[in-house]
T-cell receptor, first 114, second 116 residues
Framework: DAKTTQPPSMDCAEGRAANLPCNHS???????VYWYRQIHSQGPQYIIHGLKNNETNEMASLIITEDRKSSTLILPHATLRDTAVYYCIVRVVSTTSGTYKYIFGTGTRLKVLA | GAVVSQHPSRVICKSGTSVKIECRSLDFQATTMFWYRQFPKQSLMLMAT?????????EQGVEKDKFLINHASLTLSTLTVTSAHPEDSSFYIC????????????FGPGTRLTVL
């Protein structure tokens, strides 16, 4: 089961900031939050990741709440090319084998409107 | 970011045949690769974890005898869909993991399989 929940869809006007929320209330203390996006019929593209501090790169900003139970991905000036499905993911670690994996939730389908 | 390739990008085959999909990490050695499957308008579903030099770990409900995974080198993992059927038609995507602490995944472009 996915460890994250996201709204299924959002619209954003071109040029405005897109704020995409994610709940990860069961995240453990040393696990990172990763964000990816997928444009139709392509492999997911890495955007950003973080542990507990806010992060920013050339693509986006990531705001993580102090209790780490939720985060928000911010695209500061959305363009039409940002229309995609955005996935928030945390890592799942097996308590028996110590191996890890990533489970995708349903993601948020962001549509940037002209 | 890492560069990951998949080959072929698109394949059409007849029912009952086997299809091999390659996933290559082009700019670093990956001890772990993941294979996902994605049906239209759905999210990615993890199929298996591919570990170099050892047997793959399959997710519950994924038939290991049908989806053969070989991770023979640190830059190559292959997924073979054996005796393919129309219900195996899907978008297959691999990813490689870079780094130890943050384990950022980088994904290949995907392979679209159509079984007639």
């Amino acid at each position: 089961d996915a460890k994250t929940t996201q709204p299924p869809s959002m619209d954003c006007a071109e040029g405005r900031a897109a704020n995409l929320p994610c709940n990860h209330s069961t995240i453990s203390g040393n696990e990172y939050v990763y964000w990816y996006r997928q444009i139709h019929s392509q492999g997911p593209q890495y955007i950003i990741h973080g542990l507990k501090n806010n992060e920013t790169n050339e693509m986006a900003s990531l705001i993580i709440t102090e209790d780490r139970k939720s985060s928000t991905l911010i695209l500061p000036h959305a363009t039409l090319r940002d229309t995609a499905v955005y996935y928030c993911i945390v890592r799942v670690v097996s308590t028996t084998s110590g191996t890890y994996k990533y489970i995708f939730g349903t993601g948020t389908r962001l549509k940037v409107l002209a | 970011g890492a560069v990951v390739s998949q080959h072929p990008s698109r394949v059409i085959c007849k029912s009952g045949t086997s299809v091999k999909i390659e996933c290559r990490s082009l700019d670093f050695q990956a001890t772990t690769m993941f294979w996902y499957r994605q049906f239209p308008k759905q999210s990615l579903m993890l199929m298996a974890t591919s570990n170099e030099g050892s047997k793959a770990t399959y997710e519950q409900g994924v038939e290991k005898d049908k989806f053969l995974i070989n991770h023979a080198s640190l830059t190559l993992s292959t997924l073979t869909v054996t005796s393919a059927h129309p219900e195996d038609s899907s978008f297959y995507i691999c990813s490689v993991v870079r780094g130890i602490v943050t384990d950022t995944q980088y994904f290949g472009p995907g392979t679209r399989l159509t079984v007639l």
